[in-house]
C-alpha cells in the first residue's frame, strides 16, 4: 500500500483539490508541502496532532516538508472557526512562541540536510508595501467570492472585522511565495482551512500559470461530533511544563470506546494489518486498546522513556499502590487557606478539578471526590493545613488523579 492510499484507509484525508495528481505526486515522493503554524500560544496543542503526524508520514515516504511559521500572520489572527475576534498578541510573544513550536515540531520531522524547509512568514509578511501589495494581489481576488467562504461565513453576524478579511489574502500570498521560492507545490491544512487554502491555489495558478494543489485532513471529533483535545482545565498541550506527560497519557487512556479505534488508526504509527487484528478483539479487551494507543502517542511526543513512566504511574494508581511522583498536582496558595485549613469544595477548584464551586459540590454529592482512598461525604468538610503540608492526593471518578500540597 503506497502512502495516499493509507492516508485514505487511515481516514485522514477530508478534502482534494485534484485527486490524480496528488495521489500521484506524494506516492512517488515529489511533495514539496507546506502546512502553516500561528503562533497563537506558547506550546503546540492536540489540535496540530493530526498536521503533525501527517507531516511526519509524508516525510518518511520521501516527500518534503515545508513548515511555515506564522510569526506575520500571527499579527493579524485566522478567523476560521471563530465566533469572536482572536487576542492581538506583542511582536515579543509571536518570536518567542514561534521558536517554541519549532522546537516541539522537531520531534516530529527531521531537519537534516535537504530534509525539510523552516520559512517565517514574518519575512515576506512584515516589509510588505500596502499600495504594492494591493497592486501584486489585490486584483487577484473577488470579495464576493470571499464573503461566500465558510472561514468568513460564522462570523459575518456578529461582525468581520478589516483586519480578519485580510487572513485569506495574506495564506494566499504565503502559498504563492513558497511556490515561486522554494518550489513548494501542496498545501495541508485542517479541513476548516479549505478556502483559504483554495485562494492560494488561485493565486499561484493567476500569477504564474503553474498548477498547485490542496489537500485538507479530518478534523480530529470524538463520537459526538466535537473537537478532541479538551479537558476542564483546558487544551491538551504539547509542552511537558504546561501538560505533563502522565496528564497528556492519562487524556488518552480515557477517551471513550467509541473514539479508540479511530484514535489508533489516524494517530498512530501502528501498522494498519494490526490495527486491522485488533477491531476483531473481544469487547473486554477495550482498555488494552486504550492503554496501546496512550503509549503509543506519549512515546511519539514525549519519548519512550515518559511513556514508560506514565503507564506505571497509571497502572500502580489504579491498583491503589502508586508512586505519586508523578502525579499531576497543584501547590495551593496559602492565602487561599483559613486557620483552619481549606474547605474541600475550594481545594478542588484550586487544583482546576471542578470549574467552580457549584459543580464541585455536585461532584462530591454523588460521591464522586476521594481524599486519601476515603470517599469525600460531605461538601463541608476541611483540609486542614497539616494535611496539605504533607501533601494529600484527590481522586475525581474513577480516572482522575491529582495531588495537592501546601
Known sequence: MQIYEELQARGLIAQVTDEAEIRDLINRGGARFYIGFDPTADSLHV???MALCLMKRLQLAGNKPVVLLGGGTGYIGDPSGRTDMR????PETIRHNCDCFLKQIGRFIDFGPDKAIVVNNADLLLDLKYIDLLRE???CFSVNNMLRAECYKQRMERGLSF???NYMIMQSYDFW?????YGCNMQFGGDDQWSNMLGGTELIRKKSGRDAYAMTITLLLNSEGKKMGKTAKGAVWLDPEKTSPFEFYQYWRNVDDADVMKCLRMLTFIPLEQIEQMEAWDAGRINEKKELLAYELTSLVHGAAEADKARATAQALFSGEGDDAHMPSTTVDP?????DG????DLLVACKLAPSKGEARRLIQQGGVLLDGVKVEAPTLIVTRQQLADGVKLRKGKKVFHKATL
Request: aromatic share 12%.
Open 335 to 339: 492565602a487561599l487557606l483559613t486557620e
Open 137 to 139: 494581489v489585490g486584483a
Open 163 to 165: 483586519l480578519e478579511f
Open 177 to 181: 511565495y513558497l511556490n515561486e521560492h
Open 47 to 49: 489540535g496540530h496532532f
Open 87 to 90: 487576542s492581538m498578541l506583542s
Open 342 to 345: 481549606i474547605g474541600i469544595v
